[in-house]
């Protein structure tokens, strides 16, 4: 399985970006799917994880009412909207995937994308 993150780059605080995830490499009912970052010197932070029907969804209490999380329907594919973007959403961004259930914890997800770079200038 391999997952592929893209949509990172530099904004301007109060900016916005769009990351996308997709996964490949197996068949069977879609894979439950978050998004996690690590900014420097930090631990790797949970911020948002969908379902693999869309019905639930979840975010870290930083990022509510400015991220967006969608799939689309019946595909390993994930995108995350990003609003009203902080300096301190700085990090580096990883698509995670799990064929269990929706968790907050990296330890509950097997496969992992290769991260790309979201930098806010104040």
């Known amino acids: 399985v391999q997952l592929q993150a893209s949509g990172g780059g530099l904004v301007e605080a109060g900016g916005s970006l769009r990351l996308s995830c997709s996964a490949s490499g197996r068949t069977g009912s879609p894979f439950v799917m978050a998004w996690f970052r690590r900014a420097s010197g930090k631990e790797r932070e949970f911020v948002g994880g969908?379902?693999?029907?869309?019905?639930?969804?979840l975010y870290a209490d930083s990022v509510k009412g400015r991220f967006t999380i969608s799939r689309e329907k019946h595909k390993d594919m994930v995108y995350l909207q990003m609003d009203s973007l902080r300096s301190e959403d700085t990090a580096v961004y990883y698509c995670a995937a799990t064929s269990e259930f929706l968790e907050t914890s990296p330890h509950d997800y097997e496969y992992w994308g290769q991260g790309t770079q979201v930098t806010v200038s104040s």
């Open positions: 969908i379902n693999r029907s869309g019905g639930r969804i």
